[in-house]
Structures are given as C-alpha cells and as structure tokens.
C-alpha cells in the first residue's frame, strides 16, 4: 500500500524542499527586520494643569485656542491659592499638528508620578491613589468633544526614596513605578482627550506625597508594521487554506477511514488558518474594541491546538496497536491542556473583556485582583511544565520504541531494511524539526527582551522585535504546511523490483501485518506499535 509523502518522496525532491522552506523563513525574518519598523511606538507626554475653579464637567483642552486657565507649576502664587480638587491634568493625543489612524489599532496609556519628598508629606506604605479620569474624542479640530469613557479608578502607588528622608534631601524625587492607566483595543478616531482629576478629602488620596506633574506615556502599533502584519496574514491564509483542502482530498481518497493523527493534522491546519483570518482589514473601518481579545483567542486555540497535536503525533507512534486511534488515551495530558488554556482565557476576560466597558479597568488594581492573576499566571505555568515533561518523556520513548522495531527487520533482505532506516531517519529528522521550532520560539523570545529592539549594521537598521514577530509567525506557517504536506497520503506506486517474487511479497507483508495491525498513515506509524505479546 502507498504510505505518506514523506516515505515516498525522494531524497533529492525532500531536500529541495527542505531548502524552499528555510528560504521562505529567511525572507520572513527579513521583512521583519528591513521591512517592517518597530512594532510599537512610545510618546511621552506632559499632562497639562488647567484650573477648573467651579468643578464644571466640560472638557479642558491644553493648548489651541479653546486652551484651559492654566498653571506651569505648583510653587506658583495662584496655585497657592486653590483647592487639589480645581486642579484637573489635561493631555491631547496625539501632539499638535499629528491624528492617530486605525493602522495603530490599539493605544495603551501608562502614568508616571512625579512626587517630591517632604518631611510633614510623605508616601505612607501600601497607599493608594484615586484617580478620576475621562476619555473624549473627536475626528475634527472644529468639532466639539464626544465623551467616550469616565471611571473612577484606584492603583497602588509603589515607591521608593534612594536617599535617606532628611531635610537636606526634602524636593528630591520618589522613583515611581509606572501606573496603567487606560487600553484602548481600536484607534478609530482621529483625536482623544484625556482629564484627570486627582480627588482629595479626608479619606481619599491622603499619604500619596506632594505631586509635582504627571506625565501619560501612550504606546501604539505602528502603522507601517500593521501593513506589514496585515499582508503577511492575507498570503499565508489562502495558502493553507488551500493546503488544508487538498490534504483532506488526499484523506477521503483512502480505501479507510481518518485516523486519530490525520484527524489531528486537520485541526492544526484549521487552527493555523483561524490565525491567519485578517480580520484587521474589517477593523481599519469599524470601531472593533474587541480585537485585542479576539487575536488572543486566536493565539490560544492554536497554542492549544499545536500541543495536543505534538501529544497525539508522539502518542500514535508509542502506543499498543489496541491503544491507538482514541482520544481517551491522552485524556491527563489534553486536559492539561485545556486546564491552562482555560485559566489563561478567564485572565484574559477579567483583564482584556472588561476593557470593553471600561478601558481604565486593570485587574491589577486591588491586591485580591493581583494575588488572583498571580496564581492563574502560576497555575498556568505548571500545566506548560507538565505538559513539556511529558511530552519529552513521550518523544524519548518514541524513539527508543523505534530503534527497537529495527532489531524485528533482520531477517528481511538489505535492501528493504536499508529503506525502512531511511524512513526512521526522516520520522527523526521531522521530530528534530519539531523540537527546534519550539526551541527557536524561546530563543526568539529571550533575545526580543534582553536586546535594544533594533541592530546598527552600516546603511541599515535591522529592526529585532519585528523580526522576531514575522519570523516566528512565518515559522508556524511553514511548519504547518510542512506536516500537511509531508503527512499526505502519496498515492504513487511501487513498480516491481526484479527478484522478488510473489511469494517473497505475500511474506513480507503477512509479516507487516503482523506487526503493524490495522492500517495506517505512515510505515513508521505502522512498525512503531508494539506488539501485544511484548
């Protein structure tokens, strides 16, 4: 019978194709690093003081000529003279003669607290801060300002004095942590107007120090990097898609039925083109404050379904001939799966699903908020180690299963059992594969954190986190492809070699039979089995 294209492809087409797919993950990674600029961009701003003596709800703007009643600083006399609840800090997104554009997609807006020290005010331990903001936006300078979100907010106020707390030290500035303040999941306006009021009585914000400024960093994706994001999810989708179609043509030509691996196979081509979806293009026209969450779903029913994938394939290759072909058998192992694809699902939905309501929302906010995303975070971790520690427990018994078989094959001719060494070397040589994608996947990673984002070489910056992003996206793409394809059923046949009668041939495979049991898609599937007097 005709096995998978990986057994029936020849060695030269194998390594040409070989060669393909590393050209194409080499042309992925440079699209990321000269192509593509930085992924995301930081702006710093400046929040203004504008007074707001009778505590109207209207909007202060900080320059134009609608600007609000002023203040540079609070050592000035008129700011002597007012109350901390007529101060209202004011920052205009994006700088004057700047719009933002749908292309950033998201905006995330973090605070950073410039808080002198005193001796009579100083920051309390544990305190924290109340703030009370409001988002407007506007697609016009002309326009009036639409409120968008208002919230009252409270964050822990973490910070440290280097130097000892003595008079001669009294103005020098606390080291802050910065404070998330706001995540926007759609740019689909062109301006937005942040107020912040900082509401002061006897209970409220008491202890937090003597503040200076405020200073609002927005972080956003940038354009030029979406277009780049956004063509490469347009090509990789028609073409697994079209590689899913045509691997399961290939299935329902068989004389048998879908095994669980091709089954297996199947739904990591359908989880790959889930990913791949552009969705992006709908959302540069509509104001989708979802998308964050929706790309994480994304991720996560692919993640999810590459592990149980990995599980299934080193599984199908392992067990009993009886134990194949049932999904029961790897319940332990599928349910670590879906334990922490679920806690991560319910984090996301506490963090991301609330910012659809209320974008100033963090779930880091209260201490039980904090100690709960901890543990998801943790309990998580353990199933990834779990998970991984049995998976290379499992690959290392596939492969000591393998070699075994080999010792079952001396009696057939040399020819034969030279070809099924070949076909073990490819199996291996795919698992490698597998390993090193992963192992490319944390390296990648590790080298996204510790570098400065971006690497000096003559005339050209290469932009290191971009290429990251398109390289290991391109990675699972191609490596996807690669299964599908190589897994196909091969529909090419054997001619007869000379000398081998038919009598050889009925042996040969009453002894494959044997051995192997019920069909399957591979002869390294069929030969891993062991068999039951074992």
Same mark, same amino acid.
């Given at each position: 019978?005709?096995?998978?294209?990986?057994?029936?492809?020849?060695?030269?087409?194998?390594?040409?194709?070989?060669?393909?797919?590393?050209?194409?993950?080499?042309?992925?990674?440079?699209?990321?690093?000269?192509?593509?600029?930085?992924?995301?961009?930081?702006?710093?701003?400046?929040?203004?003081?504008?007074?707001?003596?009778?505590?109207?709800?209207?909007?202060?703007?900080?320059?134009?000529?609608?600007?609000?009643?002023?203040?540079?600083?609070?050592?000035?006399?008129?700011?002597?003279?007012?109350?901390?609840?007529?101060?209202?800090?004011?920052?205009?997104?994006?700088?004057?003669?700047?719009?933002?554009?749908?292309?950033?997609?998201?905006?995330?807006?973090?605070?950073?607290?410039?808080?002198?020290?005193?001796?009579?005010?100083?920051?309390?331990?544990?305190?924290?801060?109340?703030?009370?903001?409001?988002?407007?936006?506007?697609?016009?300078?002309?326009?009036?300002?639409?409120?968008?979100?208002?919230?009252?907010?409270?964050?822990?106020?973490?910070?440290?004095?280097?130097?000892?707390?003595?008079?001669?030290?009294?103005?020098?500035?606390?080291?802050?942590?910065?404070?998330?303040?706001?995540?926007?999941?759609?740019?689909?306006?062109?301006?937005?107007?942040?107020?912040?009021?900082?509401?002061?009585?006897?209970?409220?914000?008491?202890?937090?120090?003597?503040?200076?400024?405020?200073?609002?960093?927005?972080?956003?994706?940038?354009?030029?990097?979406?277009?780049?994001?956004?063509?490469?999810?347009?090509?990789?989708?028609?073409?697994?898609?079209?590689?899913?179609?045509?691997?399961?043509?290939?299935?329902?030509?068989?004389?048998?039925?879908?095994?669980?691996?091709?089954?297996?196979?199947?739904?990591?081509?359908?989880?790959?083109?889930?990913?791949?979806?552009?969705?992006?293009?709908?959302?540069?026209?509509?104001?989708?404050?979802?998308?964050?969450?929706?790309?994480?779903?994304?991720?996560?029913?692919?993640?999810?379904?590459?592990?149980?994938?990995?599980?299934?394939?080193?599984?199908?290759?392992?067990?009993?001939?009886?134990?194949?072909?049932?999904?029961?058998?790897?319940?332990?192992?599928?349910?670590? /799966?879906? +334990?922490?694809?679920?806690? %991560?699902?319910?984090?996301? #939905? !506490?963090?991301?699903? =609330?910012?659809?309501?209320?974008?100033?929302?963090?779930?880091?906010?209260?201490?039980?908020?904090?100690?709960?995303?901890?543990?998801?975070?943790?309990?998580?971790?353990?199933?990834?180690?779990?998970?991984?520690?049995?998976?290379?427990?499992?690959?290392?018994?596939?492969?000591?299963?393998?070699?075994?078989?080999?010792?079952?094959?001396?009696?057939?001719?040399?020819?034969?059992?030279?070809?099924?060494?070949? /076909?073990? +070397?490819?199996?291996?040589? %795919?698992?490698?594969?597998? #390993? !090193?994608?992963?192992? =490319?996947?944390?390296?990648?990673?590790?080298?996204?954190?510790?570098?400065?984002?971006?690497?000096?070489?003559?005339?050209?910056?290469?932009?290191?986190?971009?290429?990251?992003?398109?390289?290991?996206?391109?990675?699972?793409?191609?490596?996807?492809?690669?299964?599908?394809?190589?897994?196909?059923?091969?529909?090419?046949?054997?001619?007869?070699?000379?000398?081998?009668?038919?009598?050889?041939?009925?042996?040969?495979?009453?002894?494959?039979?044997?051995?192997?049991?019920?069909?399957?898609?591979?002869?390294?599937?069929?030969?891993?089995?062991?068999?039951?007097?074992?």
């Amino acid at each position: 019978m005709s096995g998978a294209i990986i057994e029936s492809m020849s060695t030269k087409k194998l390594i040409l194709m070989g060669f393909c797919i590393l050209g194409f993950q080499l042309l992925s990674i440079m699209v990321g690093a000269f192509i593509a600029p930085t992924p995301t961009t930081a702006i710093r701003y400046l929040a203004t003081k504008c007074i707001n003596g009778h505590r109207t709800r209207g909007w202060l703007m900080p320059w134009g000529s609608n600007r609000c009643h002023q203040i540079r600083s609070f050592d000035e006399p008129l700011a002597k003279t007012l109350d901390a609840n007529d101060i209202v800090f004011a920052v205009h997104i994006p700088l004057p003669d700047k719009e933002m554009s749908p292309l950033f997609q998201y905006m995330l807006a973090v605070l950073q607290f410039d808080i002198a020290f005193k001796m009579i005010n100083q920051i309390e331990d544990g305190v924290s801060i109340t703030i009370e903001a409001s988002l407007a936006y506007r697609d016009d300078l002309m326009s009036e300002w639409t409120t968008k979100f208002h919230s009252v907010e409270q964050r822990p106020l973490r910070c440290i004095f280097a130097v000892p707390k003595t008079y001669e030290n009294e103005g020098r500035f606390y080291h802050c942590e910065p404070i998330s303040l706001m995540e926007l999941g759609t740019m689909a306006h062109k301006y937005f107007l942040i107020n912040i009021r900082l509401p002061v009585n006897d209970t409220v914000n008491v202890g937090i120090g003597e503040i200076k400024d405020i200073h609002i960093v927005s972080i956003h994706q940038n354009g030029g990097f979406t277009k780049v994001w956004i063509t490469m999810k347009t090509v990789f989708c028609p073409w697994i898609f079209v590689a899913i179609v045509w691997y399961w043509q290939r299935i329902h030509l068989m004389a048998r039925s879908p095994v669980l691996l091709e089954k297996a196979i199947f739904a990591l081509g359908i989880s790959m083109m889930f990913l791949n979806v552009p969705v992006e293009w709908l959302s540069l026209g509509c104001e989708w404050t979802w998308m964050l969450l929706f790309e994480d779903v994304q991720q996560g029913i692919f993640y999810s379904t590459l592990f149980c994938f990995w599980i299934i394939f080193c599984g199908e290759h392992l067990m009993d001939q009886s134990q194949r072909n049932q999904l029961s058998v790897y319940w332990w192992q599928i349910s670590l /799966v879906l +334990f922490g694809s679920s806690i %991560l699902l319910i984090f996301d #939905l !506490s963090e991301r699903g =609330m910012h659809l309501n209320n974008p100033f929302h963090s779930v880091w906010a209260s201490e039980i908020g904090t100690n709960l995303a901890i543990t998801f975070i943790v309990m998580a971790g353990i199933c990834v180690c779990l998970y991984f520690l049995s998976l290379c427990s499992m690959v290392r018994c596939v492969f000591r299963n393998i070699e075994g078989k080999l010792q079952h094959f001396s009696a057939i001719p040399e020819a034969r059992r030279l070809r099924y060494k070949g /076909v073990i +070397f490819r199996f291996k040589f %795919l698992m490698l594969a597998t #390993l !090193s994608c992963a192992a =490319m996947t944390v390296i990648f990673f590790i080298l996204n954190q510790v570098s400065e984002g971006h690497l000096h070489t003559g005339d050209y910056t290469l932009q290191v986190h971009s290429a990251f992003l398109t390289g290991v996206y391109g990675m699972w793409n191609l490596y996807v492809f690669s299964i599908m394809f190589l897994y196909a059923p091969s529909h090419k046949h054997r001619s007869k070699r000379s000398g081998e009668t038919d009598i050889f041939r009925k042996a040969e495979n009453q002894r494959t039979q044997l051995m192997s049991g019920e069909q399957g898609p591979t002869e390294i599937y069929r030969i891993a089995g062991k068999v039951a007097e074992e």
